[in-house]
């Protein structure tokens, strides 16, 4: 294997191999750009390192040939006495890990090439400062040494001489001090600070392997998405001095504005200076601009540079660079970073200059940064006092007086005042105090817990697992550290980055949103004349409408009630792909539904309470059709999971238990209790769910189908155009399917004889078992349309209960690298999505033509959203705020 390439070997498209920064060295090298010479190590050579534990003993021939090649074009030799080569060498993985690994400058001097380089540069000054530096990086991060035993000498050294900055030391003192330095070395280790300037070198490279698996980076690594396996590359070039006196400096720019998109000079500059000095911000630098009346030549240089850089990578550029008394050189360029604002500024700009077309503009910007434009924000400039942290689990702002419970939640609304609902955690009881708060802050749970999942599907701010609260609901008290937080208490969350902060905090609604749902005019309005956020607006709407012009699927939203009907056609949803009808049965329902299920069969309580939940469906279907009118709605028959709709077995038994013990009257309970016992389920996620509740339990579904039909048979007849499916849940077998498709059929028929109209209502099931994906061509015979429901199909394919795992033991799969990302939130392409696959083969080799869709969360998904297209499907469908993210991303998925 090949492991080193010399920066003239390399290009832009080999960051997998030479990591981001040596893919881009090379580059510029390729361009002709003034780079200093160099070469880079693979990441192959990191892998291999990483595996064995030793570098790999055919690398340290080949550095020697690249290094050899190195001094031969520069004429010097690394670390001689008279006349030295000295050495960066840097770390550079695939992806940027900003400060996440090790970099060691100045490799090659001691106590020989330091009177060398003295000599050359005419500073011995500067010479024996590069050394004690070296011996201080090299002691800290090649030696692994605290870096305090030479930060505390060097702050001793000052005050004994009496001043304030390291640069104001003698070159006697830096000569003192680099002993000390050395002799802290050889004390701690037990060897001295290697003379060799190849064993620096070869310390240094493994080194940089090594940091890659450092805790930090580690965890740099899990929140980013960066996978462990990757590694890094090592670059090592040969140093320039930025800090040769007073023709030499330092410094970093972009090509344009990073945040407007504007093309113009942007930067800073720092002369006399080294790179790590601009950086850590130790002293104030300057505009770049200045550069021009100090080095106009160097100014005019880089300015031709950046141009050249940016039509090159059609895109804005960051670069640093140096200038050695008086030449420029080139340290390293990428694409640079911007925000989620800039992102579309920047890609439309470039659209305008002709740089780039519509479709590369799509490939510029993100769902995830839509999303973040999204949600309302707070001011920025506002002042806050953080009190705790959790994780961001779904993005906003969020102000409001802390509440306990539902009662004070509602209160709250009703008196038009924001309450921050805080829970320890939630379940699906306190969905009424979710809906009516303003955001939800919890102590417990992860990204996919209750509490999580339900506010992002309303798009509700939600702060959760936050350990540091102590909630005493009963008391109605919030302890964070010794602060105590009661009943109105304002405290502000912030979904965005998972910070909790007390008292108020200004939130901005954002114009993005304004746009999504009521068009470029209002957007523009809610601009409030600030020409940035205008320009953005118009952006957004710029690339909106071309993902739209350019994407084959449709989409479609979540949604069980008229407001999020409502709202997912405000945000351009092409009809409702998932209505969940049990979502129409919680809150103040639920006890009617529980009602249905524990009573006796044929019983005069329950025909009571079908014919109630009946009354009601139908009301909900009357509201609903209308808003989607010509549009397809597809309304799921219920499919609850007993556990969230029964009373908990353990609290009946306790109730009972203490009833008892008190002797107090308890029989109504008692038959709950022996009713629940009856229903109860070790495993509800795999028991008596979806088709199978409805096979089971006589006229629940057919309630449900007449209510839609009947609702859709009067709107026809008064000239609206209906457009229900019906979508039979969880079906195994085609046997379930047919009989109730039968029972639909019937139903259907009979309403359109007796208001003499005809509906044409597909009949579809949802695939979300292996079976139903395996056997999808007999399943077929029988429907009309089939929805992939992702969360049942990632769970069941599996093995992995959607509601128990992603607190327990995903972190860890996580941390170990076992998983790369939840399953529940990224479709696994190998093995669920093969599943989809098989499915739509299946289902297609019966019908070639029938109707797929998915309406799994995976729906709102950036990465999901683009698998989903490569399997041509029709649509998707996800939560409402979600709708104009899968817009975007199903575009940039055809463009
Ligand atoms: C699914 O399982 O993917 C689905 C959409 O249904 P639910 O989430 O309601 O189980
Ligand atoms: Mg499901």
């Given amino acids: 294997v090949k492991y080193v390439y010399d920066f003239s070997e390399g290009d832009k498209d080999m960051k997998d191999l030479l990591g981001g920064k040596g893919a881009n060295l090379a580059e510029m090298t390729r361009l002709g750009l003034p780079v200093p010479p160099g070469f880079t190590i693979t990441t192959d050579a990191c892998r291999a390192y990483l595996k064995d534990g030793e570098v790999p003993e ?60 003295a000599n050359i540069a005419g500073d011995a000054h500067f010479a024996w400062d590069s050394y004690r530096r070296l011996v201080q990086m090299f002691g800290k991060t090649v030696l692994d040494l605290d870096g305090e035993l030479f930060s505390d000498a060097l702050e001793e050294m000052k005050e004994k001489r009496g001043v304030k900055l390291d640069m104001d030391l003698t070159t006697d003192d830096l000569k003192e001090l680099t002993e000390q330095f050395k002799t802290i070395v050889k004390e701690q280790t037990g060897h001295p600070f290697p003379q060799d300037p190849r064993e620096q070198v070869d310390q240094c490279i493994e080194a940089v392997f090594r940091s890659w698996n450092t805790e930090r980076a580690r965890i740099y690594r899990r929140r980013e998405r960066i996978p462990h396996s990757l590694g890094t590359a090592v670059n090592i070039c040969t140093m320039v001095f930025g800090n040769m006196g007073e023709t030499s400096g330092t410094g970093v720019c972009f090509t344009r504005d990073p945040s407007s998109g504007h093309s113009g000079v942007y930067g800073d500059y720092l002369m006399n ?47 640093e660079f140096t200038i050695e008394r008086g030449k420029l050189w080139m340290l390293q360029t990428r694409v640079g970073k911007r925000t989620a604002a800039a992102a579309f500024r920047i890609a439309t700009q470039l659209v305008d200059e002709k740089l780039i077309t519509k ?14 434009l999204m949600f309302p924000q707070f001011d920025a400039s506002a002042e806050r006092t953080m009190i705790a942290k959790g994780m961001a689990a779904s993005p906003g702002a969020a102000v409001g007086g802390v509440v306990f419970d539902n009662d004070q939640a509602e209160a709250y609304a009703s008196q038009g005042k924001k309450a921050i609902l805080v829970r320890r955690e939630t379940n699906p009881d306190d969905l009424p105090g979710m809906v009516a708060a303003e955001g939800v802050l919890t102590a417990r749970g992860g990204k996919t817990s209750h509490a999580a999942v339900v506010a992002r599907g309303m798009g509700k701010t939600c702060v959760c697992g936050a350990e540091a609260l102590r909630i005493d609901a009963t008391a109605r008290e919030l302890r964070i550290g010794d ?10 969350i912030d979904g965005t980055t998972g910070e909790v902060f007390e008292g108020e905090v200004a939130v901005e609604d954002s114009p993005v949103t304004t746009y999504l749902t009521h068009g470029l005019e209002a957007g523009l309005e809610a601009c409030k004349g600030q020409k940035e956020d205008e320009d953005l607006v118009h952006a957004v709407a710029r690339l909106m409408e071309h993902a739209d012009s350019r994407r084959a699927l449709d989409v479609r939203a979540n949604a069980d009630t008229p407001e999020d009907a409502q709202r997912s056609v405000d945000f351009g949803a092409q009809g409702i792909g998932l209505c969940r009808t049990e979502h129409m049965f919680l809150g103040k329902r639920r006890k009617l539904i529980e009602r249905a299920i524990l009573s006796e069969p044929d019983s005069n309580e329950r025909q009571e309470a079908l014919d109630e939940l009946e009354k009601l469906q139908t009301g909900d279907f009357e509201k609903m059709l209308p808003i989607m009118d010509g549009l397809p709605m597809t309304v799921r028959l219920i499919d609850p999971p007993l556990h969230e709709f029964l009373p908990d077995l353990v609290d009946l038994e306790v109730k009972v238990a203490v009833a008892e013990a008190k002797g107090e009257e308890c029989e109504e309970d008692k038959k709950m209790l022996t009713a629940v016992r009856r229903m109860h389920e070790a495993n509800p996620m795999l028991g008596l769910r979806g088709v199978r509740l409805g096979l089971y339990f006589d006229g629940l579904f057919e309630l449900q189908i007449r209510a839609l039909v009947g609702a859709a048979a009067r709107l026809k007849k008064a000239g609206k155009d209906p457009c229900p499916e019906i979508m039979v849940p969880l079906v195994g077998s085609v046997n379930e399917l047919r009989y109730v498709r039968e029972e639909a059929e019937k139903i259907i028929a009979s309403i359109e004889q007796e208001c003499g109209v005809e509906l044409n209502i ?38 992995f209960s959607r509601d128990d795992v992603e607190g327990v033991f995903f972190p860890e799969y996580l941390e170990k690298g076992i998983l790369g990302v939840s399953p529940f939130e990224t479709i696994d392409r190998r093995g669920v999505g093969r599943m989809v696959e098989i499915g ?56």
């Fill in 58 to 117: 055919s690398l340290g021939t080949e550095v020697t040939r690249y290094l050899r090649a190195v001094e031969d074009k520069l004429g010097r030799k690394l670390g001689d006495a008279t006349d030295p080569l000295l050495v960066s060498v840097r770390s550079g993985a695939k992806f940027s890990m900003p400060g996440m690994m090790e970099t060691v400058l100045d490799v090659g001097l001691n106590d020989k090439s330091v009177e060398g380089l």
């Fill in 273 to 319: 200076a080294q790179g790590e000095d601009v950086v850590a911000g130790i002293r104030n630098t300057h505009p770049l601009s200045d550069l021009e009346t100090q080095d106009k030549k160097s100014y005019d240089e880089l300015l031709g540079i950046m141009r050249t850089l940016e039509t090159h990578y059609k895109d804005m550029c960051d670069i």
């Fill in 359 to 372: 479709d590369e503009a799509l490939e510029r910007v993100s769902g995830a940064q839509l999303t973040q």
């Fill in 483 to 492: 602060k105590v937080f009661h009943s109105g208490d304002i405290i502000a």
């Fill in 762 to 799: 597909p009949i579809g099931a949802m695939i979300e078992l292996p079976r139903a994906a395996l056997t999808a061509e007999a399943l077929a015979e029988e429907a009309d349309f089939f929805s992939f429901g992702t969360n049942d199909l990632t769970q069941t394919t599996w093995g």
């Fill in 840 to 895: 739509a083969e299946n289902a297609r080799s019966t019908k070639a033509d029938i109707k797929l869709g998915v309406c799994g969360e995976h729906g709102g998904d950036p990465e999901s959203v683009r698998f989903f297209d490569e399997m041509e499907m029709a649509y998707v469908s996800c939560s409402p705020f979600r709708v104009p993210v899968a817009r975007l991303e199903a575009g940039r998925a055809a463009a």
